[in-house]
């Protein structure tokens, strides 16, 4: 595969997720796939021998096409493609991340095998927990969150044999088994996903399938058992082929999430995915744009990263997920008995 099908590859995978800018170059992501496109329509005015193949048939190297270059690096696809080096290097980000320390490497899901880079000069400074921007703010600390029916519900196992019998949205007609969630009634820390999938549809339990396995090493890392954690997806069926939960979908199952946060006031919440962000946030921005923040959710800090299904997919986010996870850690590590109502 030749620099030009990764780099579109990349972006589109950025596009699906909201994002509109390349952070790097400074190019936004449709004016990256127009100057693409542009170079493919090009491409397909030559001879039929430099021409795509039909489907199915195999694929010629990038060696191989005629008059095609041998393109060693995206950028350099893109300036030959039309795009200006200028306009490329116009918005490079002088943003330093932290290097991690030894031991969190070691821990890290995201260890790698290869040799580590020579040590900087001078140490780089360990960001704070006050040197991270607020984020958003859902709610006020005081007060409970519902009334009428889902008031009722005083305990998790109330909420659990609610869901069990709900109707509330189509998706229990489908569905083999409802998935409430599971874990410490008086957790600390909480983890809140998007949907079940078909592991979690068949034995009604959250996160037990490949992602879930992730995530139970994830918290391993940070030190925390999977037992001491409370775990659970804003919708409580699983939509049929794993689709994404529709609007009216969350809205429906959203009570039971809410109190279900309400009756373990966590002190601290780890939105895994971008529907779960964006339900509990009530936003519609990508979670490009909401993480590196401390959200706030009636007043317990809510942190967003990605979902460990999308981590199995791109390992490569794997290195800004365990930095998320590590923020969330910290901040449950410096909270009082009382932050959560703070």
């Known amino acids: ?33 127009r100057i693409l496109g ?55 980000p002088s943003v ?27 140490p780089t400074e360990t960001i704070e927990i006050s040197d991270i921007p607020a984020g958003l703010s859902v709610g006020t600390a005081a007060g409970e969150l519902f009334g009428g029916e889902m ?12 869901v069990a019998s709900c109707t509330r949205c189509p998706l229990y007609s489908t569905a083999t088994n409802p998935v409430p969630g599971e874990g410490s009634a008086t957790a600390d820390f909480m983890c809140v996903g998007e949907a079940p999938g078909a592991t979690e549809d068949e034995t009604g339990r959250p996160f037990v399938g490949a992602a ?9 890392a940070i030190e925390l058992r999977r037992e001491d954690v409370y775990i659970v997806n804003v919708l409580k069926h699983r939509p049929p082929g794993n689709r994404n939960p529709r609007p009216e ?57 990605y979902h460990p299904a999308a981590l199995l997919r791109n390992p490569s986010w794997k290195r800004p997920a365990w930095e998320d996870v590590k923020l969330a850690r910290r901040i449950l590590d410096n909270s009082s008995p009382t932050s959560a109502g703070a």
């Not at 879930?212 to 391993?220: P, R, S, V």
């Not at 966590?266 to 923040?293: D, H, M, Y």
Request: charged share 25%; with cysteine.
């Open 249 to 305: 979908e969350v809205q429906a199952c959203s009570p039971y999430l809410i109190r279900q946060i309400e009756l373990i006031r966590p002190k601290v919440i780890l939105a895994l995915g971008t529907f779960a962000a964006q339900t509990l946030l009530e936003t519609k921005l990508s979670i490009g744009k909401l993480r590196n923040q401390i959200h706030r959710y009636y007043g317990v800090p809510l942190i967003v990263t």
């Open 96 to 122: 330093v991340e932290p290097r991690a320390t030894a031991r969190e490497a070691a821990a890290s899901p995201a260890a790698s095998s290869k040799p580590a880079p020579p040590a900087p000069q001078a």
């Open 212 to 220: 879930g396995q992730l995530l139970t090493k994830i918290l391993a």
């Open 151 to 162: 008031g009722t519900l005083r305990t998790l196992e109330e909420i659990a044999a609610h």
């Open 38 to 92: 542009a170079n493919a329509g090009a491409q397909s005015a030559r001879p039929p021998a430099a021409t795509a193949p039909k489907q199915g048939a195999p694929m010629p190297r990038a060696t191989e096409t005629a008059g095609a270059p041998d393109i060693a690096d995206w950028r350099d696809a893109l300036r030959q493609a039309g795009a200006s080096p200028d306009t490329m290097a116009a918005k490079k």
């Open 1 to 33: 595969m030749d620099a030009k099908e990764k780099l579109r590859r990349y972006l589109e995978q950025r596009r699906e997720l909201g994002e509109t800018e390349l952070a790097l170059d400074g190019l936004t992501v449709d004016d990256a796939l």
